[in-house]
């Protein structure tokens, strides 16, 4: 499987952009990163995903490096809701055409005012 | 409903005693998992259904836990001879399956073996 690897802790201002990087250096190329948020006692929500090119929609931003090792999520205005543990993940394929979500430890993004 | 849905939201039970967890997908999705998390941990995958069939159940840690989908929809985690390390929240996601197709987490079922 290949392994993700987060920061464990980041802050984040209210208002400012939050980056948050994932290292992935062992991806395949069938391999899409996901990225989902967990926020506390609640289940992980999906955020964003891609393959190859960068994504954009109305939570967050991906940008993947050209060799696919790396990527970051961009939250551009955070709020204090935006408060979670960030996972990045590397969808592995399982039988057939599904495919689990591998999570690590992920980042805890702190939003403060 | 419009969500996942997992019954109860919280479950004690003694150790020893046979416990049943529940989720209702979101209609129409075929696939569903099942993940378990212990506290501080992410999510940890345990088994995940294609339609009625149990497609890969790599992640049930011993012969104590046992899932069903009998009917392609709602989906029942078993597990016999609770332990107190059983103790964890145990989440449901569903989806359409694919590679590229996202996963819609339930609220989680919190059990505590005592």
């Known amino acids: 499987d290949a392994k993700t690897t987060q920061p464990p802790s980041m802050d984040c201002a209210e208002g400012r952009a939050a980056n948050l990087p994932c290292n992935h250096s062992t991806i395949s190329g069938n391999e899409y990163v996901y990225w989902y948020r967990q926020i506390h006692s609640q289940g992980p929500q999906y955020i964003i995903h891609g393959l190859k090119n960068n994504e954009t929609n109305e939570m967050a931003s991906l940008i993947i490096t050209e060799d696919r090792k790396s990527s970051t999520l961009i939250l551009p205005h955070a709020t204090l809701r935006d408060t979670a543990v960030y996972y990045c993940?590397?969808?592995?394929?399982?039988?057939?055409?599904?495919?689990?979500?591998?999570f690590g430890t992920g980042t805890r993004l702190q939003v403060t005012l | 409903g419009a969500g996942v849905s997992q019954t109860p939201s919280n479950k004690v039970t003694e150790k020893g005693k046979y416990v049943e967890l529940r989720c209702d997908p979101i209609s129409g999705h075929t696939a569903l998992y099942w993940y378990r998390q212990s506290l501080g941990q992410g999510p940890e995958f345990l088994i995940y259904f294609q339609g009625t069939g149990a497609a890969d159940d790599s992640g049930l840690p011993n012969d104590r836990f046992f899932a069903v989908r009998p009917e392609g929809s709602v989906s029942t985690l078993k597990i016999q001879r609770t332990e107190r390390g059983d103790s964890a929240v145990y989440l449901c996601?569903?989806?359409?399956?694919?590679?590229?197709?996202?996963?819609?987490f339930g609220q989680g079922t919190r059990l505590t073996v005592v």
């Open positions: 996601a569903s989806s359409f399956g694919g590679a590229s197709t996202e996963a819609f």
């Open positions: 993940i590397v969808r592995v394929p399982l039988t057939g055409t599904a495919s689990k979500l591998t």
